[in-house]
Structure formats: structure tokens, C-alpha cells
């Protein structure tokens, strides 16, 4: 990948901040932190993470395995942010059918 590269003892991930919010690189950094030693650098476009493993050899591999979960975190945002509308307009019918006084109440 072009955004991978090994650099001395270190593998470095080059991330567009047009695509991934800050948000989500924290979360792949978190998931990553039992293993390796990270380090988070940022400019006005990219985000930059040097990888430094604890115990396995530097490959591009774990940019790439980065990368992955990158992409794991985005999409766990994405379904969570929908599935949260859906269980808001489940709950919001359970309330209507138990109670329907009570939803138009809280409508208001």
C-alpha cells in the first residue's frame, strides 16, 4: 500500500484527514497499543502513525493490518450511528403503543 512504509525500526501510516475523522484513528491507535508502541503526528492533511512493535519483526504488514482496522473502526461508526436511528424510532413505537399519552407529551 502507498500509505505504508518501514522507516528504521518503525512502520509508518500515512492517513488522509479527508477521510478518516480523529476520532477514528484514536480508536485503530487504542486497538493497537497491547502489541506495539505507537506515536500519532498530524499536519494540516495527514495524520502519521509510527508503529514500533514490542516483540515482532517490522514488516509492512502491521501498517497494513493498521489500515484494516481503520477501515473495522469507520464502518462500526457508520452501523453504529444507523442502528442508533433505529432502535430511537423502535423505542419511540414501544412508548407510543404502551402509552401513547405519554409519546405525544414528550413530542411536545
Avoid: C, H, W
Avoid at 495524520?47 to 501498517?63: R, V
Amino acid at each position: 500500500m502507498e500509505n505504508v512504509s518501514v522507516e528504521g525500526d518503525a512502520v509508518k501510516v500515512i492517513i488522509s484527514k479527508k477521510i478518516y475523522p480523529k476520532e477514528i484513528v484514536i480508536s485503530s491507535v487504542n486497538a493497537f497499543l497491547s502489541k506495539n508502541y505507537l506515536l500519532i503526528d498530524a499536519d494540516e492533511n495527514n495524520y502519521y502513525i509510527y508503529i514500533k512493535s514490542q516483540g515482532e519483526e517490522i514488516t509492512e504488514k502491521i501498517g497494513n493490518e493498521f489500515n484494516n482496522e481503520l477501515v473495522n473502526q469507520m464502518n462500526y461508526k457508520i452501523s453504529s450511528s444507523q442502528s442508533k436511528e433505529i432502535k430511537n424510532a423502535y423505542l419511540a413505537r414501544l412508548i407510543m403503543t404502551n402509552d401513547p399519552e405519554s409519546y405525544k407529551k414528550e413530542i411536545k
